[in-house]
């Protein structure tokens, strides 16, 4: 194995570990009810809020899996099963977010962030299914790259805030908050395309000249 491969593998099994722990925790919280949830905004609306939290907790255990050769090489049917089942909780999280975007403490300036992070994850999602349905599955690699990155905005949000509030000495940090509600999924998405133009492209199909007539 080369160094770029191991390297690649050690980037995929952080991001995996920072997914499935967050997506665990999330469904942790679902199964207990809510009960360790925490939230005491009444500007929420609780079932939107536990919808966003259950569905989001799958689509993070699932969604660096993706992205596992292996699993798509030997595996092609489980493949797909967890891809639909990544993309049901995408969307539904993704619409569940949405309708509580706006009801942050921090105003609308976070409450924007979150709303157009929605607004981007369901549509990302649901192209890289189009793609997949028209076999086109090099489109269908590039639209999950990016509704992933998405996805994991919700593990770069919980590294965000714990320092914003050891820096605030403790307290909810609201300042910050608004810079955080874009800064945790803005650079995933820039990353991502980044990464995307890194990418081979497909091989052209090679073309057989015309021989000279004599």
């Known amino acids: 194995m080369t160094a770029a491969r191991v390297g690649n593998f050690v980037i995929w099994l952080v991001i995996m570990l920072l ?4 997506g665990g925790y999330a469904l942790f919280l ?3 009810g809510f009960t360790h949830l925490g939230l005491t905004n009444p500007m929420f609306d609780q079932w ?3 919808v ?18 292996p699993l798509r090489r030997n595996a092609p049917t489980l493949h797909r099963w967890m891809g639909w089942v990544y993309i049901t909780a995408c969307t539904v999280g993704g619409f569940a977010g949405g309708t509580i975007a706006f009801s942050s403490t921090a105003g609308p300036i976070a409450g924007m962030g979150f709303f157009l992070l929605a607004v981007l994850w369901v549509p990302c999602t649901l192209l890289a299914l189009a793609a997949a349905m028209r076999k086109d599955f090099a489109a269908h690699e590039r639209w999950m790259i990016r509704s992933f990155a998405l996805t994991f905005g919700a593990v770069t949000l919980r590294i965000y805030l ?3 509030i ?7 940090p609201l300042d910050a908050y608004r810079i955080i509600a874009w800064a945790a999924w803005v650079p995933n998405l820039v990353v991502a395309e980044l990464f995307i133009l890194t990418l081979r492209k497909p091989r052209r199909p090679k073309v057989t000249p015309d021989v000279a007539p004599a």
């Not at 997914?19 to 967050?22: I, L």
């Not at 050891?166 to 909810?172: P, V």
């Open 162 to 164: 714990p320092i914003a």
């Open 30 to 32: 679902t199964a207990t």
């Open 166 to 172: 050891i820096q605030a000495n403790g307290e909810f």
């Open 19 to 22: 997914s499935v722990g967050v």
């Open 48 to 50: 939107g809020l536990r």
């Open 52 to 69: 966003h939290i259950a569905a989001s907790g799958v689509a993070m255990l699932l969604g660096a899996f993706q992205f596992l050769k």
